[in-house]
């Protein structure tokens, strides 16, 4: 059984309640089978452990349809389906508008699980997607020092939208004393909620550098350690955020 107490200060505006460790969003019956799932003994007793750790993978997995008559089969299928729609008036081809873009983002950042993103160890720690996970090969191959942040245990805490929020960087680079905050998409608030974090948090403003497409790519070619420090110091010293957050 859970034995865990639901704190109404994880109530949000929309009715939902936030996770304190990870901000992921969930219906008051789902927020404590999350918590246990997530950040406690449920990790142990995960289903999809197979997924995580690499020992199962899904049966069409770089599958196409050149390779799969299955997979041929089931593109024409859709196709045919979608086509005859189209001509009985049912289904209406249209460009998605910025609006319409940030909209789906939004609605997807609430109700995002983050079971998508693939867990990887690497030089005994967990890291969290395939940026995390070469960055740290890097960092690794290079002998730089680092550190996987853990959610329930490395935060900030700041205020959005007047509630309670909690805040954990990616990496912690110790010889420099430098966070990093991969960031390969912007969920939903996410720009918002990291400019919160910086007005908040002028120290660690000057410590994080946020490493967005072009740093991640500049970073991995890094042949030195002196090499990597430098492009991390470099960003540092301009001011620089991250493209997105400038605009």
Known sequence: MIELKINDEWKQNNGLYECPYCQKQYKRRGIVSHIWRSHGEGQNHNS????????????????????????????????????????????????????????????????????????????????????????????????????????????????????????????????????????????????EKMKAIFEQHKQFKEKCVIVEKKLFYKLIESNTKEGFYKKIMFVLGTGWLGASLQN
């Open 48 to 191: 999809n452990i197979g997924y995580l750790n690499g020992t199962r993978v899904v049966w069409n997995k770089g599958l196409t349809k050149d390779k799969d008559p299955r997979v041929k089969k089931y593109g024409e299928s859709t196709s045919k389906t979608i086509n005859k729609l189209i001509k009985q008036g049912l289904w209406e081809t249209r460009k998605m508008g910025n609006e319409a873009r940030k909209k789906i983002s939004k609605q997807q950042s609430l109700h995002n699980n983050g079971g998508k993103c693939k867990w990887y160890k690497v030089d005994g720690q967990k890291v969290q997607g395939t940026w995390e996970k070469d960055l740290a090969n890097i960092m690794t191959n290079l002998n730089i020092k680092w550190k996987k942040l853990k959610l329930n245990k490395d935060i900030i805490k700041y205020i959005f939208n007047n509630k309670k929020k909690s805040y954990t960087s990616d990496f912690y680079l110790p010889e420099i004393d430098i966070y990093l905050e991969v960031k390969g998409y912007w969920w939903g608030d996410d720009k």
